[in-house]
């Protein structure tokens, strides 16, 4: 029955999540490589499509295929109707391997001149994606476009790299909870630690009352810099970050997986988000054996790990998506792109992975 509540919970919150997405741009539909992206304008071809074949979707952007550009100043256009009346939010993940200037306008034609509004202005420079959004509160026309604008911040060859673009109409009342850390393993009757942010998306402010839910766990405490609460406020496009304790029952069978359900819920009975913790249960004896055949270095790291162990070794992200499987003799190393990963060597306890 968890299971199934879960599944109908994620569908209902995909559901109403995409219902005010105006643009959803991962560039996976008729896309050919070195060609400008279907959909947008783009005259002098500076931007163009490009395709990376992977054995596993990124984390946290999905697909293959990307937009680039290379050309020291270029811009290409999405046409796009956006009225004063409403709100928006743009998001989009960027990487460059030198340093790029990235700006997005709002305007009436697919040409610079037309570009009238600055919805975000941000300088790309990291080698890994990173995630820009800009929350536009007031739109001074209505616009019939929006254009990306790029122009190389230092002399030589780089690339700016762009995927997974949304621009979401931002609605009165709308709460999200994005997990740092959701899965761990625990003796019966310990104590559990968990980090979790929340995120304030609509455009009113929002008093807000957390509710644990659970069989599994108690003596819940929930801390925003030190100090506890159980209700907070937040206003418009305001993050909270959280740090929870909870007990693991001392009942609790060895290898039970565990959750303990936190509701965000707005006082006004209007938006609800929803953190779950998962946590094996298992003795520090049993978890050190498997650790004892296991070996993780660095953790967190910087994408390249060393493995050292005898047997299946089973990575999986946080989706529960397989990303690698093989055997390991001895000493293996391996490249990991950035995010949270288990590993688990046989039969063993998964170990948590951190790729920054």
Same mark, same amino acid.
């Given at each position: 029955?968890?299971?199934?509540?879960?599944?109908?919970?994620?569908?209902?919150?995909?559901?109403?999540?995409?219902?005010?997405?105006?643009?959803?741009?991962?560039?996976?539909?008729?896309?050919?490589?070195?060609?400008?992206?279907?959909?947008?304008?783009?005259?002098?071809?500076?931007?163009?499509?490009?395709?990376?074949?992977?054995?596993?979707?990124? $984390?946290?952007?999905?697909?293959?295929?990307?937009?680039?550009?290379?050309?020291?100043?270029?811009?290409?256009?999405?046409?796009?109707?956006?009225?004063?009346?409403?709100?928006?939010?743009?998001?989009?993940?960027?990487? %460059?391997?030198?340093?790029?200037?990235?700006?997005?306008?709002?305007?009436?034609?697919?040409?610079?001149?037309?570009?009238?509004?600055?919805?975000?202005?941000?300088?790309?420079?990291?080698?890994?994606?990173?995630?820009?959004?800009?929350?536009?509160?007031?739109?001074?026309?209505?616009?019939?476009?929006?254009?990306?604008?790029?122009?190389?911040?230092?002399?030589?060859?780089?690339?700016?790299?762009?995927?997974?673009?949304?621009?979401?109409?931002?609605?009165?009342?709308?709460?999200?909870?994005?997990?740092?850390?959701?899965?761990?393993?625990?003796?019966?009757? %310990?104590?559990?630690?968990?980090?979790?942010?929340?995120?304030?998306?609509?455009?009113?402010?929002?008093?807000?009352?957390?509710?644990?839910?659970?069989?599994?766990?108690?003596?819940?405490?929930?801390?925003?810099?030190?100090?506890?609460?159980?209700?907070?406020?937040?206003?418009?496009?305001?993050?909270?970050?959280?740090?929870?304790?909870?007990?693991?029952?001392?009942?609790?069978?060895?290898? $039970?997986?565990?959750?303990?359900?936190?509701?965000?819920?707005?006082?006004?009975?209007?938006?609800?988000?929803?953190?779950?913790?998962?946590? $094996?249960?298992?003795?520090?004896?049993?978890?050190?054996?498997?650790?004892?055949?296991?070996?993780?270095?660095?953790?967190?790291?910087?994408?390249?790990?060393?493995?050292?162990?005898?047997?299946?070794?089973?990575?999986?992200?946080?989706?529960?998506?397989?990303?690698?499987?093989?055997?390991?003799?001895?000493?293996?190393?391996?490249?990991?792109?950035?995010?949270?990963?288990?590993?688990?060597?046989?039969?063993?306890?998964?170990?948590?992975?951190?790729?920054?």
């Amino acid at each position: 029955m968890k299971k199934l509540f879960i599944i109908l919970l994620i569908l209902f919150a995909a559901r109403m999540a995409f219902a005010d997405s105006m643009l959803i741009e991962g560039f996976e539909y008729g896309n050919h490589d070195e060609e400008v992206p279907v959909g947008w304008v783009c005259d002098d071809n500076s931007w163009l499509a490009g395709y990376l074949d992977k054995d596993h979707n990124r $984390t946290p952007h999905t697909g293959n295929w990307y937009a680039y550009t290379n050309s020291a100043e270029s811009w290409m256009f999405m046409p796009m109707f956006m009225s004063q009346e409403l709100k928006y939010r743009f998001t989009l993940w960027a990487i %460059s391997d030198g340093g790029y200037h990235m700006e997005i306008w709002a305007g009436n034609e697919a040409n610079p001149s037309a570009m009238t509004q600055l919805l975000l202005d941000e300088t790309v420079s990291g080698d890994t994606y990173e995630k820009f959004s800009a929350y536009i509160e007031e739109m001074s026309s209505d616009y019939e476009y929006f254009g990306i604008h790029a122009v190389q911040s230092y002399c030589g060859d780089c690339i700016l790299t762009l995927d997974d673009i949304r621009v979401d109409m931002v609605g009165k009342y709308e709460v999200a909870v994005e997990p740092f850390s959701f899965y761990t393993t625990a003796e019966p009757g %310990s104590q559990v630690e968990f980090n979790c942010t929340f995120l304030n998306l609509g455009y009113e402010p929002a008093n807000v009352i957390i509710t644990p839910h659970t069989i599994y766990f108690s003596d819940l405490h929930m801390y925003i810099d030190g100090t506890e609460h159980t209700q907070f406020h937040a206003e418009p496009n305001e993050t909270v970050d959280f740090t929870g304790i909870a007990t693991l029952s001392p009942d609790i069978e060895t290898g $039970t997986m565990a959750y303990l359900d936190i509701f965000f819920a707005l006082d006004c009975d209007c938006a609800t988000a929803m953190f779950t913790l998962w946590a $094996t249960a298992g003795y520090e004896s049993v978890d050190e054996h498997n650790i004892s055949t296991m070996s993780i270095y660095p953790n967190p790291s910087n994408g390249d790990i060393t493995i050292e162990g005898t047997g299946t070794l089973t990575i999986t992200n946080t989706l529960g998506q397989i990303v690698l499987e093989k055997k390991i003799i001895e000493k293996e190393t391996i490249t990991l792109e950035k995010g949270i990963y288990f590993v688990k060597i046989g039969d063993g306890l998964s170990k948590k992975l951190i790729v920054k």
